[in-house]
Structures are given as structure tokens and as C-alpha cells.
């Protein structure tokens, strides 16, 4: 399954929690705090690996993002973006850093023939 086919947030949580996405990241004035773990991660040491918009989450009409990232040590997470008017500007700042990488990596693949 593909986090698309999913319209609820938490069952979107499940599924990935079953694929081994087992922690969840919060932003940290040094980075992504592993909320398991402890562990704090440089913005460029977290792959983003696919994000869903949710509209409906805890059956209300609110908005959030969940971003399916991994780290080059193997932690495989979320972090929920609940996309409130008084976010954390440094999570957007982050945020769009892992976006950015993935766009260039994405653009800088192998060439077709």
C-alpha cells in the first residue's frame, strides 16, 4: 500500500508502524529528536521518503502532513506536521531542507538514454 491510499491519519500510523516506521521525530533546536530513542539528527542525516496531506484527522476537519523518513543508521519514522498558524518555523525550515535534498536527488539520477 501506498500512504495515498489512505484517508485517515492514524490508520496511515498503523500501517506504516507495521512496515517497521517505528519512531517518531520532533524538531529540536539541534535537529530531529527521535522521541524513542533520544537521539538527535542533523537535518541532513533525515531522508524524507514520501509525505501524505491528511484533511480529516481525529475526525475533525484539520490539516497535517505525515512524512515517512529514514536515517542513515537505519531509525525508520514519521514526523506529523499539524500544519497549525503557531507551528515551529524551524520544523518548516527543516522540513523544506529535506525536501530540497530530495528534489536534487531525484533531478541528479541517472540520465535516460
Not at 516506521?21 to 527521535?34: A, E, I, L, P, V
Not at 512524512?67 to 499539524?82: A, E, F, N
Request: net charge neutral; with cysteine; glycine share 8%.
Amino acid at each position: 500500500m501506498e500512504l495515498e491510499e489512505f484517508n485517515d491519519l492514524e490508520e496511515a500510523l498503523a500501517f506504516l508502524q507495521s512496515q517497521g516506521y517505528t519512531h517518531t521525530f520532533h524538531c529540536d533546536q539541534n535537529g530531529w529528536k527521535c522521541k524513542e530513542t533520544g537521539q538527535v539528527y542533523a537535518p541532513d542525516q533525515v531522508a524524507l521518503e514520501r509525505c501524505h496531506r491528511f484533511q480529516r484527522w481525529r475526525r475533525a476537519h484539520k490539516v497535517a502532513v505525515l512524512y515517512q523518513v529514514s536515517v542513515q543508521d537505519g531509525t525508520k519514522g514519521v514526523i506529523i506536521d499539524c500544519c497549525s498558524t503557531y507551528g515551529n518555523a524551524l520544523a518548516g525550515e527543516y522540513l523544506l531542507q529535506m525536501k530540497l535534498r530530495q528534489i536534487k536527488s531525484e533531478a541528479s539520477g541517472p540520465l535516460r538514454p
